[in-house]
């Protein structure tokens, strides 16, 4: 009982971090039930075992990682030596806006020059493959928000989220990248130049403290929390499936504001922000990057601003 009592409330969450199948929702649960991190190191196996979505099997591979406690301040140490903070939510540093949903990271890892984020960040995210007007687009967004106070977020992929971030930093601005990978590798390999700019004029955000390799399931994990640090997240072009349009759902899923760009053109990349606009979303034209920047400022007029827009449409299709 000493040694548990020695023990850092960090350490408690890195060990259930480190359960093969137990993901953040089901770490909440747990949090819920018992207390605390280290409640649950204590709890009895029938205990946890008879929790909804719990069984023998998981219970049993939670309590058996109490065993590897002196590897998991090891593997704290290694981060701290590489500059890397490691947060839990028991932390005074760790985001608020990320803290308040069901699924917020049990860890989250950060590195760079911005150590505290507030409330004022914004996602733009879309296509790998953007058109050049989509580019021109995401620059113009990028640069004009962060020159209003803004923190553009984005997931240092190709396409969009390059023009996002290199858009902040072109405006003197800050900017987060988030990876779903760890960080000592960046995905994709070319963005590693784009990353260390991020690094220090930003940070990089990384819910993973052990070594994890890109797939698929990690890169759509990483969108929940993309949309997750911001107060809104704009969607500039996308096809109907892709990481934009799960960045997007999850911001709706967080009661969080979605914006998406109105193309005139029928391109398969203006069917995502077409699907967004028909489900709810803000629209705003390619060349209406003052009304962004005007309803992230005062988000009060997007209602506003969304009346006059049905009204707008009505009006055109009397004219037809």
Known sequence: MTDLQEKTPIEYWLALASVDGLG??????????FGSAQAIFEAELPEIARLPSFNPVLASR???????FPTFRERLDALKAQEVRVMCPEDTCYPSQLKRLPDAPGILCSVGTLTKLDE???????SKAPSIA????TLSLATQLVLAGFTIVSGLAAGIDTYAHSGALAGM????????TDLSGIYPVQ???LAMKVYEH??????HPFPTTPSPGNLIQRNRIISGLSMATIVVEAPKTGGAMH???????????VLACRWDTQSALSEGPRELIRTGAFPFAPTEVHKVVDVLTHPERLETYATGTASEQMGLFEAE
């Open 24 to 33: 953040s929702v089901r770490i909440r649960r747990l949090i819920a039930r």
């Open 62 to 68: 939670i309590l058996t990682v109490s065993g590897n």
């Open 120 to 126: 004022r960040c914004v996602a733009i995210v879309g």
């Open 134 to 137: 989509g580019i021109q687009l």
């Open 173 to 180: 601005g800050k900017t987060v990248g988030v990876v779903g």
């Open 191 to 193: 963005n590693n130049p």
């Open 202 to 207: 930003g940070c990089l955000f990384s819910e």
């Open 247 to 257: 960045t997007a759902r999850y911001a709706q899923r967080q009661d969080r504001a």
